[in-house]
């Protein structure tokens, strides 16, 4: 600010004034968006709880032979990517491009949910299973059974040989981790996990069919249980990316009110100086 006349001074205080009633406003909107979004975040993981132990106890089954259990022949990789419907949300949508452009090559299929990552691989020209999917926000469990069925299609058709979802789990409103998960082909709990009965439980028509029958289901749930971490995980870091650029508008003003003191109280000295000199001609 050296050099900076007051006026330029008061010009740029109301400016950053202006900044942080709109980074106050934003935050204020994630923050209620937040809690809504946590909630239904929350509804969904006892599905998934229930679902993953149906499908481990299909799986444990003695006479199950089922193609969702092995990978495919083809090495082609399906890769849905769960990114944010708008930026402003500190290094929320670059944590998930990161993990995404590590596993995405020229002959990958590529599933994007959400503008920015419907945006970034149209825009690349990548082989897009389909772009219909631009507001993660407004993406319901009808949708993501119609995605889960379009999935399993090309997995079971040889279109690609396996299945990788990148998205953001939510740990805390502080937290929220990048990763991978494997959808297709579906991989078991280690052993030594939930105890069981193996082999014991009666299916009709057969545990291979009883597979085909539930594993969209079971696929959207986890598509859809995705989705609701990923809107939680973007209202999170939005609001904390708004809250510290508030914080830093505070900082700015502090500092500008500070230099805009300093001047005027060196203008008014020019001033006082300027009379004395005056009256002792």
């Known amino acids: 600010?050296?050099?900076?006349?007051?006026?330029?001074?008061?010009?740029?205080?109301?400016?950053?004034?202006?900044?942080?009633?709109?980074t106050s406003a934003m935050q204020l909107v994630a923050g209620s968006k937040l809690r809504r979004a946590r909630q239904?975040?929350?509804?969904?993981?006892?599905y998934m709880t229930a679902a993953r132990e149906v499908i481990e106890d299909v799986a444990a089954h003695r006479d199950v032979i089922s193609p969702f259990f092995r990978r495919q022949a083809n090495e082609t990789r399906c890769v849905v990517v769960?990114?944010?419907d708008r930026g402003l949300a500190g290094h929320y949508n670059a944590a998930v491009f990161k993990l995404a452009d590590e596993l995405i090559g020229p002959d990958t299929r590529v599933l994007p949910?959400?503008?920015?990552?419907?945006?970034r691989y149209a825009r690349r020209g990548a082989n897009l299973v389909c772009a219909d999917y631009v507001?993660?926000?407004?993406?319901?469990?009808?949708d993501c059974r119609a995605m889960a069925v379009r999935l399993i299609e090309g997995f079971l058709g040889g279109?690609?040989?396996?299945?990788?979802?990148?998205?953001?789990?939510?740990?805390?409103a502080m937290t929220q981790d990048a990763q991978v998960t494997e959808l297709l082909p579906v991989t078991l709990d280690e052993p030594g996990g939930r105890e069981?009965?193996?082999g014991?439980?009666?299916?009709?028509?057969?545990?291979?069919a009883l597979l085909k029958a539930v594993m969209p289901d079971y696929l959207a749930g986890c598509l859809y249980g995705a989705v609701c971490d990923a809107i939680a995980c973007e209202m999170a870091s939005r609001r904390n990316a708004m809250d510290s650029a508030t914080k830093n508008a505070e900082q700015m003003i502090n500092d500008l009110s500070l230099h805009y003191n300093r001047a005027r109280q060196s203008s008014i000295t020019q001033e006082i100086t300027e009379i004395v000199a005056g009256a002792e001609k």
Do not use: W
């Open 200 to 208: 014991q439980m009666l299916m009709e028509p057969g545990p291979g």
């Open 196 to 198: 069981r009965p193996r």
């Open 113 to 119: 949910i959400g503008k920015k990552a419907v945006d």
């Open 40 to 46: 239904r975040m929350e509804n969904t993981r006892p």
């Open 135 to 142: 507001k993660a926000e407004h993406i319901t469990a009808p």
């Open 159 to 172: 279109e690609f040989g396996c299945v990788s979802l990148v998205g953001t789990t939510f740990v805390s």
């Open 1 to 22: 600010m050296a050099g900076a006349s007051m006026k330029d001074i008061k010009l740029r205080i109301r400016s950053v004034e202006s900044t942080k009633q709109i």
């Open 82 to 84: 769960i990114a944010g």
